[in-house]
């Protein structure tokens, strides 16, 4: 019995190598499996960001929704920016369970702005179709930015000469007339917060 009993004690203490084994051959078979598989080239499956038909994104564009974005004069107390709530150096979010508004906490979270443009519709309960009505439902939100209209918004940037003539270059009319460009210029700004490749998506090339 007891010579029975010590080889049941051997065969145990061999099995971890062979298991071991076994798991570094499955391992290999299926990393040579992903690399055999057809490449195709970087960003070929990924669908073009949403955006309608007067969407912008020129460099100018771009770089007045840029400084938009960190604009407290877009608010009607001057007190709240977009970059309040959607910070970069905190993710394009705040960190915060429920985020503040001009007129004090709102009833919302504040996600990441990252890949926001992939998305259709915008918001946790998809209240707005693209990035610019997410920036017009913010713009005239009492709690968020406390605009009774984007033109209020737009008018008040009208009035500061840097504005005025930044829209005008971007844009060639005027801003007073076209209050929309407030949200066709922060779009387009949103549109370049994309996500990059992480070192596996380097690596394998798909």
Known sequence: ALPSLLSG???KTEMPPLGLWMFFAISSIIVASLLAMPRCSRG?????PVALADSVSGAKHVALGHRLWFERRLSRRGTTSCADCHDPAKGWSDGKRVSDGENGQTSRNAPTIVNACYSIPQFGDGRAAHLEGQAKTVIENGTEMGNDSTGEAARRLARIPEYREA?????GRPLERNPNDVLLALAAFERTIVSTDAPIDRALQW
Do not use: S
Request: aromatic share 16%.
């Open 9 to 11: 004690v051997k065969m």
């Open 44 to 48: 070929a499956e990924i669908r073009p």
């Open 167 to 171: 829209f005008r270059e971007a844009f």
